[in-house]
């Protein structure tokens, strides 16, 4: 069995790792790299692999990160099986069709052609096979896998994988991303068993979450200044999950009267439509949000709150009088909505820019979180005098001692290797380090290309 690594080796994005036996070859997740701009000059390059000869995808959410190359691969000739859950599925079409278009966009302002089009992603859904939770499936002769809950956003799995190679058998278990775990809304991260082989990844090794209820407290907080000071909160969100558990949280603060009456604005088409496939996959939510919706709560609507999908509806917000509150596009400050109100409202004292996800090396966000006191934003120098802070008590990734005690689980068999991926060089190494004390096994941080063979 062979292995080579084909993103998110010290880094967060591009997660891609190839497997070959004897008789298959299969991808675990097929990301896309971010940073500076939604998309990477390196998501440009070929692969190192020949798409044609890949049989099947594992693919372990609807991340961009994760999915956002599945139309390269297509278009370089893949035609395999994308395996996944039903919610993965349907939030990934959304978000690929989503890319095509910046894709696009962004390819055309440099002048180079995308490097796939939202023909590719209409020819991609053809391939997806939706894989339930918890049940054992033979995928070739010698592929059995099976999908358990991470906990990290509706559908998101983690995969058992049984590779049988001659008389012998190997377990693999690929973490994709792991949840923080009790979230909102979606039930909690699963444990796996056993394995022989382990792919972690390491977000947050190194750093543990604030207690959520540090987290609901800086909201409403802000909340409150935003009103006093007659001012604009923008809080750049991810449409997946991120924005779903933010809704959650203000429905309690208005509905419960916590907070004093603001304008609320969901700036993201995409989210908006997320929220929809939200709505359609009840049955994968745990059992405090379903108890609020069978007592009839909407969990992501409430009063004060507005919806806007189109661009004519996005550009009234910035002619409303102040306070108000902005929920838009772009987690990391870079692409969606959020772009157009940092642009009107950054340099703007009485303003307050509240991050709520991890902001990757390079990115507008990043910049501001670590002080820069000018950032670039759709190719316009913003000077930066608004407030800017973190809530971290709503990452969606495990932290580092949920990461600690999810490896340490992996006990039949006890893991002869165990690799750390998807975080940057640093939260890989501190998390070889502290697991290596507890778990007496082989830690290895691979580098992009590289290749194993067992």
Not at 71 to 88: N, Q, S
Not at 210 to 217: F, L, M, N
Request: a negative charge.
């Amino acid at each position: 069995m062979k292995i080579s690594f084909h993103g998110a080796c010290r880094e967060v994005t591009g997660s891609c790792i190839l497997i070959e036996t004897e008789k298959t070859k299969f991808l675990l997740d097929c990301g896309m790299f971010q940073g500076e701009s939604f998309v990477s000059s390196r998501n440009f390059d070929d692969f190192a692999f020949d798409a044609s000869k890949i049989d099947f995808v594992l693919l372990s959410h609807a991340h961009i990160d994760h999915c956002g190359r599945i139309p390269k691969l297509y278009k370089d000739g893949f035609r395999g099986k994308i395996y996944c859950t039903a919610a993965t599925r349907d939030l990934t079409m959304l978000m690929l069709a989503d890319s095509a278009k910046i894709i696009s966009s962004e390819a055309l302002s440099h002048g180079v052609n995308p490097f796939y089009s939202e023909d590719d992603v209409m020819l991609v859904s053809r391939l997806f096979k939706e894989l339930p939770y918890h049940e054992e499936f033979r995928l070739a002769s010698d592929i059995r896998v099976r999908l358990k809950n991470s906990g990290h956003i509706l559908g998101s799995s983690f995969y058992e994988i049984w590779v049988k190679e001659g008389k012998t058998e190997k377990k693999i278990v690929f973490s994709g991303d792991l949840g923080n775990s009790p979230a909102r809304i979606i039930k909690d991260l699963e444990f796996a068993d056993g394995a022989d082989l382990v792919f972690v990844e390491s977000t947050y090794a190194g750093y543990n979450h604030e207690p959520r209820e540090e987290g609901i407290k800086k909201i409403r907080q802000a909340i409150i200044e935003c009103v006093e000071k007659k001012g604009v909160l923008m809080i750049p969100i991810f449409a997946l999950e991120k924005v779903q558990e933010i809704l959650y949280e203000l429905n309690d603060l208005v509905e419960n009267k916590k907070i004093p009456y603001v304008p609320i604005f969901l700036d993201s088409p995409l989210a908006i439509k997320a929220t929809e496939i939200y709505k359609n996959y009840e049955y994968l939510y745990d059992k405090d949000s379903t108890k609020l919706i069978v007592s009839g709560d909407d969990l992501f609507d409430f009063p004060g709150l507005e919806f806007t999908l189109t661009s004519q509806q996005s550009r009234v917000i910035n002619d409303l009088r102040p306070p108000k509150i902005i929920l838009a596009g772009g987690g990391m400050c870079v692409g969606g909505r959020i772009q157009y109100h940092l642009k009107f409202n950054l340099d703007d004292p009485n303003s307050h820019v509240l991050l709520v996800a991890y902001q990757v090396q390079g990115s507008v966000g990043r910049k501001l979180l670590t002080g820069h006191k000018t950032v670039v934003v759709d190719n316009v120098n913003i000077p930066v005098r608004a407030k800017v802070s973190i809530v971290n008590s709503y990452s969606a990734h495990a932290d580092h001692d949920a990461l600690l005690s999810w490896l340490k689980k992996i006990k039949s068999p006890k893991p002869q290797y165990i690799f750390v991926v998807h975080g940057e060089e640093e939260a890989n190494i501190k998390l070889k380090t502290e697991a290596s004390k507890k778990i007496k096994t082989n830690f290895i941080i691979p580098e992009y290309g590289e290749v194993y063979e067992f």
